[in-house]
């Protein structure tokens, strides 16, 4: 189990998002160059969402980068939300290649056993599916702080309803956030970034509820 710390942006249009990606400052910061990667994630619940009705999200993702495919269980809970785009989750992840198979392996990552309770005699069904590039930028901060950048372009497919991705992640990997979330406020100001209030999975339930 890890405890996720991610702050989300939205960016306005591709033309920033080309800027953004060639910003001085995280170049400055780079710690090795970006990495692209195509992710094609699938969302499940029960069809009464006991997993929404507290707020966890189940997804299988498959992330290709350089030729080789991973595909990646995740269960997060959120711990708090700090607000203005920051989020706080426990995320447990486990390899498999279908998400019925992975939750033996979440549970042994350190998972409720809720979750196996939660799904007895109620079979998961995807609700969505996410699909998007990432490219990521690896940062270093000379107090030892690292974190990740990353841009998200793609889309959000929830029943016959789509909506498009573009928003960008910083992600703490070690140390405290207040560097991340100065990176984030100069950022917001040069770009006309906004907080990102709704996680991809969010908006695809709010899709799924609008008429």
């Not at 993702?61 to 030729?67: C, F, K, L, S």
């Not at 989020?87 to 990552?109: I, K, N, S, T, W």
């Not at 998961?124 to 996410?130: D, F, K, M, T, W």
Request: charged residues 30%; proline residues 6%.
């Amino acid at each position: 189990m890890a405890t996720e710390w991610e702050l989300k942006l939205n960016i306005p249009n591709d033309q920033t998002a080309e800027r953004l990606m060639a910003d001085p400052e995280v170049y400055a910061l780079g710690d090795g160059g970006p990495v692209t990667a195509e992710m094609r994630a699938r969302y499940y619940d029960t069809a009464d969402s006991r997993l929404e009705a507290r707020r966890w999200t189940l997804r299988l993702r498959q992330e290709t980068a350089d030729g080789v495919t991973r595909s990646v269980a995740a269960l997060k809970i959120p711990h708090e939300t700090a607000g203005d785009g920051i989020y706080l989750r426990d995320e447990y992840e486990a390899e498999a290649a279908l998400v019925e198979d992975a939750l033996p392996g979440l549970e042994a990552m350190g998972a409720p056993p809720e979750l196996r309770e939660l799904l007895a005699g109620n079979p998961l069904q995807e609700n969505c599916r996410i699909e998007f590039t990432r490219v990521t930028f690896p940062l270093a901060w000379d107090d030892g702080t690292r974190a990740e950048l990353t841009v998200d372009r793609g889309v959000i497919r929830a029943g016959i309803k789509s909506q498009p991705i573009l928003e960008a992640e910083l992600e703490l990997l070690f140390g405290l956030p207040e560097p991340l979330i100065r990176l984030a406020a100069r950022l917001g100001r040069d770009y006309g970034l906004t907080p990102g209030l709704l996680s991809k999975y969010a908006r695809a339930l709010r899709m799924l509820r609008s008429r």
